[in-house]
Every structure is written in structure tokens, then in C-alpha cells.
């Protein structure tokens, strides 16, 4: 798929690596919707990358009705509807039994509803619209990139829900692809390693620079640019389906 024939719904639209996706597909000539539930960040981004590339529409990734809505509103929007990029997340971090006593049940919960449960809500409703394109090139119908971490492979002390609901996100890439291929569409998902993203901006200097050591090569964290970079190779190649892509400069977690 060309970038300029891109018609992207993106969760996270308007921060970090979602942003840094809108704003690579708009360079190119796509067009974007935004779906995030930050209405000051929203109109920030489509005033960036312009009215007539690029809208905003404040979504629940977890309100199936209210995920399903805004597809219709956003295809509208773009003409149509042939990728999806979910990069909505919330960290969720917390011990199983912390020092205030045992994690709340809901905070479990929470992070598999956004994380997990919130990819599978709009990867179902972008595929629904996806299926009555016509077919491209090997008879291609649209694409949908989903967003795990590395934390669902190496997850630390700490992470036991947002690493189940990370392991999640890659245990239904390969069905998910498996059961959409005989209508053209392709389900990819990408685990990023540690990443410059609002997560880790409003952390100490000295934390992110023991971060940064962390990483074998290049030790330094990640940036949008090249977390869009490889949603774009992801585009283009339709070899590639029913994989999760690590990057992540070589880096495995340490336990804590």
C-alpha cells in the first residue's frame, strides 16, 4: 500500500507514537483520524497537520458502540477506510502485593479493558468497514498494526497487568490475521522497547538516562519517527502478516 493512498484511523492519534504516525502518513499525503480522549492535544494535532488531512474525534477505545460510531464518522471523513493503527495504551503499573496490601481487582481490569480489549473493539469495527473495499493489489483490503511491548515477552516486577494485557495484543495477532485474510486484510503488531513517549517524559533525568544505558545499540530510547518508519515498511510490504515485530535495539528487560 502507497502512503498517499493511506486512510488511517489511529488510537493515540494525538501524542507520542500515534502522533508520530499521523504525522508520517500525512507527510506523505494520507490522511488521518485521531482517536484519543485529549480534546486540547486533539485540536493541537489537526491545527499541525492540517484541516483537510487530519481530524479528531474524542473516543472510549473501550464503548463498542461509541468505537463504532466514530469509524463511520472518520471513514466519512477520509473517503474511506483501509488502515488502522492502535497505539492507545495506559501503563498500568503497580506490584500484585504493593505496600498499601494487594492490587485492586479493577486496576487489572482497567489495563487489559484499554490495552487488550480496546485493540480487539477497534480492529473489529476498521476491519468491518475494511471488507467492502475493493481489492488492491493481491487482492489487499486494508491493514491493521496493533501495538504490544516488549514487556509482553520480559516484563518486569511490576508490570504483571500491563504485561498480560501487552502478551494479549500478540496472542491474537496471528488468529485475527488467520480469520480476516480471505476477505484482504492483513493484522501486524509491533512491540516497541523503551520509547521517548509522554510515559517516559515526565520521568526524572536520571531515570531516563538509565534507561537510555540500558540498550545495547544504539543506547538511546526510541523516537515516533522510527516506530513510523516501521508501520510504513509494514504498508508497503504485504508479505508481512500475522507477526509481531520486536524494537527495540536489542534491549531485554531486567526483572526490576
Known amino acids: 500500500m502507497q502512503l498517499e493512498h493511506v486512510k488511517a484511523i489511529i488510537t493515540g492519534g494525538v501524542s507520542g507514537l500515534g502522533l508520530g504516525v499521523a504525522e508520517h502518513f500525512v507527510a506523505q499525503g494520507g490522511k488521518v483520524a485521531l482517536f484519543d480522549v485529549n480534546d486540547e492535544k486533539g485540536a493541537e494535532a489537526v491545527r499541525r497537520l492540517g484541516v483537510d488531512k487530519a481530524c479528531f474525534l ?9 468505537v463504532r460510531a466514530n469509524v463511520a464518522s472518520a471513514s ?9 493503527v492502535n497505539c492507545a ?17 479493577k486496576t487489572f481490569a482497567g489495563t487489559i479493558m484499554v ?6 473493539n477497534v480492529a473489529k469495527a476498521a476491519a468491518e468497514r ?6 488492491g493489489a493481491d487482492g489487499e483490503r486494508g491493514v491493521i498494526v496493533n501495538t504490544a ?59 531516563q538516562e538509565s534507561l537510555s544505558a540500558s540498550i545495547p545499540f544504539p543506547s538511546r530510547l526510541g523516537t515516533s519517527p522510527e516506530f513510523a518508519a516501521l508501520v510504513a515498511h509494514i504498508l508497503g510490504n504485504r508479505y508481512l502478516n ?12 531486567a526483572p526490576k
Not at 466519512?76 to 488502522?84: D, R, T, W
Not at 490495552?115 to 480487539?120: M, P, R
Not at 500475522?242 to 531485554?252: Q, S
Open 58 to 66: 474524542r473516543t472510549d477505545v473501550t464503548d463498542e458502540d461509541g
Open 76 to 84: 466519512e471523513f477520509l473517503g474511506g477506510l483501509n488502515v488502522a
Open 89 to 105: 495504551g495506559i501503563l498500568g503499573a503497580g506490584r500484585m502485593l504493593g505496600r498499601e496490601g494487594a492490587m485492586p481487582l
Open 115 to 120: 490495552n487488550l480489549v480496546g485493540s480487539f
Open 130 to 135: 475494511m471488507q467492502n473495499n475493493a481489492p
Open 149 to 207: 511491548s516488549v514487556a509482553a515477552f520480559d516484563g518486569q516486577i511490576g508490570q504483571a497487568a500491563y504485561s498480560a494485557s501487552k502478551g494479549g495484543v500478540v496472542g491474537m495477532t496471528l488468529p485475527m490475521a488467520r480469520e480476516l485474510a480471505r476477505f484482504g486484510i492483513r493484522v501486524m503488531t509491533i512491540a516497541p522497547g523503551i520509547f521517548w513517549t509522554p510515559m517516559v517524559d515526565g520521568m526524572p533525568a536520571a531515570i
Open 242 to 253: 500475522g507477526e509481531t515485530i520486536r524494537l527495540d535495539g536489542a534491549v531485554r528487560l
